[in-house]
């Protein structure tokens, strides 16, 4: 997996093949090892990508609605510590993520994610 923004560029190297976890389908469960590799820094060791796909739901965005699938994703560091935790809302037919849910159950739960979406000039 690669990323490339305003932070910079980020590759995310998995250990095993990530193809048999998809399509993704409610109730999957998968724990995936990978490295991070970022410009100019050295690796920290491993982390492990805890995927929890939690069931369906229905996100609308703008004047559409979607249905999505709620995929509870937990990165935890060589140690075993957390650092990263979130319920990202992924749309199959769209093949992409709209939004992603933070502190889930709590007072302080939050919902980051696109407020449009327009498609692509040709």
């Given at each position: 997996m690669?990323?490339?923004?305003e932070t910079g560029q980020l590759a995310m190297i998995p250990f095993s093949d990530l193809r048999k976890l998809f399509p993704l389908k409610a109730g999957a469960k998968s724990k995936t090892v990978f490295v991070r590799l970022a410009a100019?820094?050295?690796?920290?060791?491993?982390?492990t990508l805890e995927i929890n796909v939690k069931g369906k739901e229905t996100f609308s965005l703008g004047d559409c609605k979607y249905n999505v699938l709620a995929v509870r994703q937990t990165i935890k560091s060589e140690a075993?510590?957390?650092?990263?935790?979130?319920?990202?809302?992924y749309a199959?037919?769209?093949?992409?993520?709209?939004?992603?849910?933070?502190d889930e159950g709590t007072n302080a739960e939050s919902v980051v994610g696109y407020e449009v979406i327009k498609p692509l000039p040709n």
């Open positions: 690669f990323r490339d923004s100019n820094k050295q690796p920290k060791g491993t982390e075993g510590k957390t650092q990263d935790e979130f319920t990202a809302l199959p037919d769209l093949q992409a993520v709209l939004a992603r849910r933070y």
